[in-house]
């Protein structure tokens, strides 16, 4: 949903290194970067009010209102960049970005397909794909959509759809190439059992003799040939 806030408090870090982050993330804690306008402010958020700010209406392209250690003035930000633990799958690491809601910014928003079970082609057994899942905008940060739809309910066997042919909301500039596409639906892959050829001389074989056979026996030389040479 575009033009979601979240609060989020954050506490400054007097202290970095690899020991002190390994020591928040034991306690629940996600160490971060704030960037802003002057010089970058290491935090720590704990993680499951990280995860609350972020998986709202409006999701990873919620607008943080981040306040340090609860006092001063909010800092309206945004997820810029985050690292997940491979192994146990959360958080492990946070950059925010402090922008100003007055001016746009790029963000890459992702392509939701919808209409699959209505499509033509999908019904007659074509293969639906999507070659481009996200989408590169420009737009103000409270202007940046969750998600954009694409309907694809009238492809048939050999339709595509284009970038050009995503409905955007008002004050979304779209970045990508018009004619990329988005979506296709492609014939289904038959297979074709190959005939294994005859092994060669196969047919020679059996259709004529070898040499030196009884049908292939070199004829005798006429009698008159014979006593000619002798005479």
Partial sequence: ???????????????????????????????GVLYGTGEPVAISVAERELRRALTGAGGLHSILDVEIDGVGKTHPSILKDYQLDNVRGGVTHVDLQEVRLDRPITAAVGITLSGSENSPGVREGGVLSQPLRELSIEALPLEIPEH????VSGLAIGDALHVADLTVPDGVKVLDDPETTVASVAAPTRVVEEVPEAE?????????APEGGADGAAEPEAAGESSSEEG
């Fill in 1 to 31: 949903m575009a033009g979601e806030r979240t609060k989020l408090i954050v506490t400054q870090r007097e202290r970095t290194g690899s020991r002190e982050t390994r020591r928040l993330r034991k306690e629940g804690i996600v160490p």
């Fill in 148 to 151: 954009l739809d694409l309907d």
């Fill in 200 to 208: 060669e001389g196969a047919e020679g074989a059996e259709g004529e």
